[in-house]
């Protein structure tokens, strides 16, 4: 039993009871001792200098954000605590893992908190990694493994439809990342046949608090079941021999492009004092663990209520990048007000073509005229242009708002019905000219590049406009997707499953 634990038995849910044997549980806390840590004194130093309580530190390339994320687990001294929805047996995954348990060899306590939806390839490591005396492993409102888990889901759809999407990645305390990656290689742009553009915020200062406290909440909630449940229902091995295939693999990769950035040099550079975190009044804003046991949907959650006062504030400059974009009506309407207030409304979004939810887009289809009809700046991401090199496909996975240059959301809400009322999510907010106005600049310098812009045509037909080399090219068909592909995406948008997605 570690310093911050506290034993609490097995007292969790009847609904889990008739899946596994529950196994008992320990609560454990953020560490509060840490201001003497390598990263502690990092942080208050560089925000005694400034005289400011919190500062953030964009990380919107792949290798920085999982160069960072290594880093702070080579410094970490108390404590790791990282929540995602989604871990991978790949590259990026098997790094992280070899990190984490040389941290946990130092003496490190390493808390992974991880929803179940996709887990199910990773039970083995999973189970290994949780076999160390220094890591623990949670799965949350997870899946019963007697079975298929597509048969639970039709068995217990009301209970495992509903996923904790949320991610932080917080070290002794004193450094936390919050945005929308997972930890999987797609998401840090390794180069494989699919890369995401993805988005993080790096945090100092008083916000690292909060967002522990997030942590806490969802590790000790009822929800969150130990790994070790499944110990006998989920073959595995030991964790040294789990380690020696991860670091089998990761040598297999060792001349990867990719690999010499992820260093962490950038974790070196904020410890020397040298890296350019931007001061800012900083907010994390989630939704409690509950959510998911609310059965009847509640119109609004924490995050919708949050979301909806930040973008309702607009007065000159509305940019929303959302890849799963379902507004409904009441959003055509909400945004439609915006504009005839005079506000400039962009959203930006992912093309058929480079979506990876195809269901989702038949859905947001319904919506594309009625937001151009109502004076919305519409933008689709392309899947490939003309600077790529490789035949990768570019998937966007960014969440992030800018609102009049001023202030900027980044987190794992996207504007969909799933992340209104079955997803918990969370997100922060930064108060930041300097922050807020370098970001709408490069989403709006970039769109040219990377993305169509769609409007309609005197006949009110949708076209997607595409510049090139100075050129203008009208597209009056689903850029770059196959006669087939659109077919069945216009059968999935007949089917009533807006509410899912």
Not at 89 to 99: P, Q, Y
Not at 176 to 183: C, P
Not at 276 to 301: E, G
Not at 421 to 450: K, Q
């Amino acid at each position: 039993m570690g310093m911050f634990s506290t034993l609490v038995g097995s007292r969790l849910p009847p609904k889990y009871q008739r899946f596994f044997k529950l196994p008992e549980r320990i609560e454990s806390w953020k560490p509060t001792d840490t201001e003497g840590t390598v990263l502690g004194v990092a942080a208050t130093t560089w925000l005694r200098a400034r005289q400011t309580q919190s500062a953030v530190y964009r990380l919107d390339s792949g290798s920085d954000a999982l160069g960072a994320r290594v880093g702070l687990i080579d410094k970490a001294e108390k404590s790791v605590d990282i929540q995602s929805y989604l871990i991978k047996d790949d590259l990026s995954g098997n790094l992280v893992a070899l990190h984490l348990a040389h941290a946990a060899d130092r003496g490190v306590r390493v808390r992974l908190l991880m929803d179940d939806a996709l887990t199910d390839e990773v039970d083995s490591g999973l189970l290994s990694l949780d076999e160390h005396e220094n890591i623990e492993v949670r799965v949350f409102n997870p899946f019963p493994r007697r079975r298929s888990r597509f048969i639970s889901l039709l068995a217990n759809f009301n209970i495992l439809n509903r996923r904790m999407h949320n991610k932080s990645f917080t070290v002794d305390n004193q450094v936390t990342i919050v945005g929308g990656r997972n930890i999987a290689d797609e998401y840090y742009q390794t180069g494989g046949k699919t890369e995401f553009i993805d988005e993080d915020l790096m945090a100092i200062g008083l916000v690292v608090d909060d967002v522990s406290d997030g942590f806490d909440e969802y590790w000790n909630s009822p929800e969150a079941i130990p790994m070790d449940a499944f110990d006998k229902l989920v073959a595995h091995g030991s964790v040294a021999d789990s380690l020696q295939e991860a670091r089998k693999y990761v040598q297999r990769h060792r001349d990867e492009p990719f690999l010499k950035g992820v260093d962490g040099a950038l974790i070196d550079e904020f410890i020397d004092g040298n890296l350019n975190f931007v001061a800012a009044r900083t907010r994390i804003v989630q939704d409690h663990p509950d959510k998911v046991r609310n059965l009847i949907r509640r119109r609004q959650s924490e995050m919708s209520d949050y979301l909806l006062k930040l973008v309702s504030a607009a007065e000159r400059e509305l940019i929303v990048i959302s890849p799963y974009f379902v507004p409904q009506k009441q959003g055509v309407d909400f945004f439609g007000a915006l504009v005839k207030k005079g506000v400039r409304v962009v959203i930006i979004s992912n093309s058929l073509a480079s979506t990876n939810h195809t269901s989702v887009h038949a859905v947001y289809a319904r919506y594309r005229k009625p937001l151009l009809q109502q004076g919305v700046e519409l933008y689709e991401l392309r899947p490939r242009f003309e600077a790529m090199e490789t035949d990768t496909k570019i998937t966007l996975h960014s969440k992030v708002a800018t609102v009049d240059r001023k202030r900027l959301f980044v987190g794992s809400f996207n504007l969909d019905p799933r992340s209104l009322y079955l997803n918990t999510e969370m997100g922060m907010e930064v108060e930041s000219d300097d922050l807020a106005a370098s970001m709408a600049t490069s989403i709006l310098d970039s769109l040219p590049d990377f993305a169509y812009k769609l409007r309609l045509s005197r006949k009110h037909r949708l076209q997607w406009l595409l510049q090139t080399a100075g050129v203008e090219e009208i597209i009056t068909t689903e850029p770059q997707t196959s006669f087939w592909r659109r077919f069945t995406t216009k059968l999935l948008s007949l089917l009533p499953i807006e509410e899912q997605m």
